[in-house]
């Protein structure tokens, strides 16, 4: 079956724009997740979103970044004003609960 | 705070080698872990979970071992081939509380020379 599924899978934006990075789960997965994967640094987790209980937000770095799950299933990852230190690869993985996370290749975030 | 270090950062070895991949953690109440391989420029690929109640998981060529009350891991590679060149990444789940989340290590990086 299909896996996890993200876009863009690169995106260059200029400093201040906002983004918007997609996710396609796994069907049928509760469990969505977001990190960010920066130059140097190990993964960061960011937001954890599973069934219909409110989401744990609590890896996000600022104000500027939001996510979203509709319907239980795509989500999408906001960021307003961007910055240069925004720039990373972003990671989505999604599970059944209890189980092994299945990542997505990844948005490259590039802000220039 | 779960910490995940993994040694060495970078490995270099002539195809055929056996080798060994380490993974420490500081917080033994983990519910499993996991071991990642990361091509360039790709995502991460699941290669082994470990249930804290299992010593071991093996798949082909890997096994990953889990020692939990010492805090480690080890990810096993035999006869190492060029196509196992990649990132190596070992990530915890920690039991209670937010035991969602994966703790990950910075990886190592493996090359193996034809």
């Known amino acids: 079956g299909a896996g996890v599924s993200q876009s863009p899978s690169n995106k260059v934006t200029e400093k201040g724009k906002d983004v918007e990075l997609r996710c396609d789960p796994i069907s049928g997965h509760t469990a969505l997740y977001w990190y960010r994967q920066s130059l140097g640094q190990g993964l960061e987790f960011l937001i954890y979103f599973q069934g219909n209980s409110a989401p744990d937000k609590s890896g996000l770095p600022s104000d500027r970044f939001s996510a979203e799950r509709t319907g239980g299933s795509v989500s999408t990852l906001t960021i307003q004003r961007t910055q240069q230190e925004d720039s990373a690869v972003y990671l989505c993985?999604?599970?059944?609960?209890?189980?092994?996370?299945?990542f997505g290749p990844g948005t490259r975030l590039t802000v220039t | 705070k779960q910490e995940v270090t993994q040694i060495p950062a970078a490995l270099s070895v002539p195809e055929g080698e056996n080798l060994v991949l380490n993974c420490s953690f500081t917080d033994s109440a983990i519910y499993n872990l996991q071991w990642f391989r990361q091509d360039p420029g790709k995502g991460l690929t699941s290669l082994l979970l470990i249930q804290s109640s299992q010593r071991e998981q093996t798949s082909g060529r890997l096994n990953a071992s889990l020692d939990k009350s010492s805090g480690r891991s080890t990810l096993y590679i035999a006869a190492s081939q060029p196509g196992d060149s990649a990132t190596y990444l070992c990530?915890?789940?920690?039991?209670?509380?937010?035991?969602?989340?994966?703790?990950f290590g910075k990886g190592t990086l493996l090359t193996v020379n034809p």
């Open positions: 993985a999604s599970s059944l609960q209890g189980w092994g996370q299945y």
């Open positions: 990530a915890v789940k920690n039991s209670g509380g937010s035991n969602y989340k994966l703790t």
